[in-house]
Nanobody, 126 residues
Framework: QVQLVESGGGLVQAGGSLRLSCKLS????????MAWFRQAPGKEREFVAV???????YYSDSVKGRFAVSRDNAKNTVDLQMNNLKPEDTAVYYC????????????????????WGQGTPVTVSS
C-alpha cells in the first residue's frame, strides 16, 4: 500500500519562501508521477505542479516562475520550493501520486491520482 506523508508547511509573510516535502513509501517511487495540489477553504482542489516519472515538470499559470517541483528517486521524495509567496497561495497543500502515461489535462486533474497525503497547511500573511 502506498503511503504519502507531507511536511514543511507553516506561516510565512508575503514575499517569503517555504519548501514542502512529500515522502512515498510502500512502492517503487521512480515509477510514480508526483504532483502537488492545493485546496483553499470553500474551494475545490486545484493543480499546482507535477513532476513526471521521467522528470518532466508542469506548473499551473498561477505559480509558474515562483514555484519549483523536484524529485529525488534515491530518497523517495518530491519537494515543492515556493518563493515570492502571496496571500492567495494560502491553502492546504496535498501530495498526490499516480502511475501510467496520461495527457497533460490528466496530470492536472485531482481525480486522476490514486494516492494522497494528509496535507500540510500553508498560510501567507499580507
Amino acid at each position: 500500500q502506498v503511503q504519502l506523508v507531507e511536511s514543511g508547511g507553516g506561516l510565512v509573510q508575503a514575499g517569503g519562501s517555504l519548501r514542502l516535502s512529500c515522502k512515498l513509501s510502500g512502492r517503487t517511487f521512480s515509477s510514480y508521477h508526483m504532483a502537488w495540489f492545493r485546496q483553499a477553504p470553500g474551494k475545490e482542489r486545484e493543480f499546482v505542479a507535477v513532476v513526471r516519472s521521467v522528470g518532466i515538470t508542469y506548473y499551473s499559470d498561477s505559480v509558474k516562475g515562483r514555484f519549483a517541483v523536484s524529485r529525488d528517486n534515491a530518497k523517495n521524495t518530491v519537494d515543492l520550493q515556493m518563493n515570492n509567496l502571496k496571500p492567495e497561495d494560502t491553502a492546504v497543500y496535498y501530495c498526490g501520486a499516480k502511475t501510467g502515461i496520461s495527457t497533460y489535462l490528466t496530470y492536472t486533474s485531482p481525480s486522476a491520482y490514486n494516492y494522497w497525503g494528509q496535507g500540510t497547511p500553508v498560510t501567507v500573511s499580507s
